[in-house]
């Protein structure tokens, strides 16, 4: 077994020269707050590249999200349909205004939010404020079905596009879709400012009011005057310095990351699993590639909250004994999103799914797995990445 002597990430930063040119310039000219050419150059190639009209960066997209249920109008008592398998992050802002999030099952087309069980849930609390919509490992999920639902139940639709910017829909950019759209500039993102994000939308008075909240809500006047609550959640221009040196690698990294998409699909096929999927009318930036086992190749888990061990079986494996023998190998893989209703945490929050007897996430978390997913990964790194799976199956 090859035991590699640097670790093999699932997906680290690149760093391109510029970053330091402008990370010094702001040092030099003594711009390091949250003013800047740094910041107001990353906002113009956002929205150029996006397509949008307004771009607000901010400290993270976490932040984003956060303004952005609050501009949305979500309070106490308010439901939010929300995305079931995502990161904490997608649902959090919820919960911070005293909101409930109803956890929203996926479809297997995309991995990502079904328009069918959002239909359903919007049966059972039509009169909830927002929904929010995350499109996993750089995969769009079915935005304009979802926006049709949005729209016929006047829910505000918030499209979590933070890992998937510079995917597309139906040749529309990922991040306008939603009323309010949030991107992601975090350490291991497709693009990152080491931490960062933007609140997208085309409407100039929710920018201009998004940009207020995210700097104490200081009314236009000389001395401090404040008629609502605000928040510290401006991006820092020595933070924009570093995504204004990567955004114009946006396109190389996607091309980089979708060879290694492609490489796996060739090395692993004839294996009884299938990769992440994407429908045929989108594209994807293929920030992670992830696999899937098919049902009758999975040897068995046993799970609980805070274990997992699994019977070894020829002809079979599962996520776990991949895990495992990649990680003896000194490779970072990664088990899908732990669907939020299934988190200690979350256990209060309401969950809706198609059939009321199964749920889509839980069997997506337990067949599949992130394989390391780095733009900097060698070919032939990734080829014995992909050896060692198929002997997992031997
Ligand atoms: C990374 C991520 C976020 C949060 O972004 P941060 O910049 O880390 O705050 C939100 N939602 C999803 C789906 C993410 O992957």
Redesign the pocket.
Known sequence: MEIFSEKVWISTPTYHEEEIDYIKEAILTNWKSTIGENIDEIERLVCEKIGCRYAVALS????A?HLAVIEAGVGKGDYVLCSDM??C??INPVIYENATPVLIDSEYDSWNMDPVALEKAFKLYPNAKAVIC?N?YGTPSKLDEIRDICDRYGAVLIE?A??SFGASYRGKMSGTFGHLN?I???GN?IITGS???CLLTDDEKIAEHIRKLSTQSKEPVPWYQHEEIGYNYRMSNIVAGIIRGQLPYLEDHIAQKKAIYERYREGLTGLPLTLNPHTPDSEPNFWLSCILINKGAMCEQKRTDMTVTFERESGKSCPTEIFETLKAMNVESRPIWKPLHMQPVYKDCPSVSVDDSFSVCEDIFERGLCLPSDNKMKAETQDIIIQTIRSCFE
């Open positions: 993270s997209g976490t932040s999200l995502t990161f992050a997608t995350a996993l979590d933070a890992e949030v992601s500039f975090n993102k931490t960062g994000g």
